[in-house]
């Protein structure tokens, strides 16, 4: 069969774009070159409906050891009885658990889009504001701090079958506890998406949600530096709410609710490919070198904010204490749609992003979000935070002339030849 030169030069390039700029996308990170090579692997050719030990396909003895590896290794990281590893992406996880504990129509309450939350916490556009009857809370204005005192009336008024907490840009962390005790006087469950944040916690660098979230759901391609996909994980199993029984009259606790969810409720066929470059990234993260690489990112994340702080960016609630940070940019008279244009052309790569409040739409913005996890992957130091404002700054006062971007450009392609990424690739 001949060779696809075209799509193979495609992705030479854009192993090159990845190499000669600047990442601070906050849910992009650079993984091994290990899980790689698992995910082109022959793995890809094996369907596995069903779950280790049960499956519909024949020929599953050596994917059900990989993904069992998969879901004890999870298990280890997080000290958790149950995961499930088998999601294709965080939105997906996230379907799952709805699929699992609501019926059409039921109340959720997640955090807004607009003030940080996420599609999946019920935003209209998304299934999860069209099959649920979705309410939100907010940040408080003068601090950008979750509103609890929101999330507890709003709670109490409406009793939601579920509360969903984390987000998409947030930078600070979450009072778990706090949102467990409301809905145990409401009757509602909880879930926690910790899709940005999952590889702090699992070095407890952040609070743990585990022992005050019914659920606990990421992705592993942000901070835990793994594949893109997504995970399922309880600390603790426990008797499904709703009485449901199996053909024996006993009753079904919800791990084998969840299991049902994802397979066959939302997905057919588990990406086994995956699933062992799941594996792997799950191992890293259970070494010491990883710790080293979590504590790393807060202190890059720590120093970025405050160089910015210097430079007079108004960053929500004012810092961060992740790896992410969202920046207000109207005091720079620039729109976080042109501020992300500005900022492609000198190879730094960020997203523009709604601020709490925002006057401007979600086409346009006022904020940029900016994340640390994918430049500490590449070896950078606090240290190197500075010229990443400098260069920011110079292109967001600068964006409309292009001398100045292709300066900034020159000067983030020589920066980036300290920080080599995949040398193996040639």
Known sequence: ???????????????HRQRSGIELIASENFTSLQVIQAM?????????????????????????????????????????EYANVQPHS????????????????????????SMGGHLTHGSPVNYSGKLYEAHHYGVVKETGLVDYEMLEQKARELKPQLIICGASAYSRDWDYERIRK???????LVMADIAHPAGLIA?????????????VTSTTHKTLRGPRGGIIMMRKDFENPFGITDNKGNVRMMSALLDLAVFPGIQGGPLEHVIAAKAIAFGEILSDEYTDYAKQILKNSQALAKAF???????ISNGTDN????????NKNISGKKAEQALVKAEITANKNMVPFDDKSAFITSGVRFGVAAITTRGMKENDMQFIA?????????????????SVKKSVNEFMEQFPLYPELG
């Open 90 to 113: 965080g939105a997906q996880a996230n379907a799952a658990v709805h699929l699992a504990v609501l019926k059409p129509g039921d109340k959720i309450l997640g955090l807004d889009l």
């Open 309 to 315: 702080v210097d430079k007079d960016y108004n960053l």
């Open 390 to 406: 400098d260069a920011v700054d110079k292109i967001i006062t600068n964006a409309d002339d292009e001398s100045v971007i292709l």
């Open 182 to 188: 409301v809905a145990d006087e409401v009757g509602a």
């Open 1 to 15: 069969m001949q060779r696809d030169t075209q799509i193979f030069n495609l992705i030479n390039q854009e192993l």
């Open 323 to 330: 790896h992410l940070m969202l920046i207000d940019l109207r």
């Open 40 to 80: 082109g692997s022959v793995l890809t050719n094996k369907y596995a409906e069903g779950y280790p030990g049960r499956r519909y396909y024949a020929g599953c003895e050596i994917v059900d050891q990989t993904e069992q590896l998969a879901i004890n290794r999870l298990k280890q990281i997080f000290n958790i």
């Open 203 to 215: 070095k407890g660098l952040l609070n743990d949600p585990f022992d005050h979230c019914h659920f």
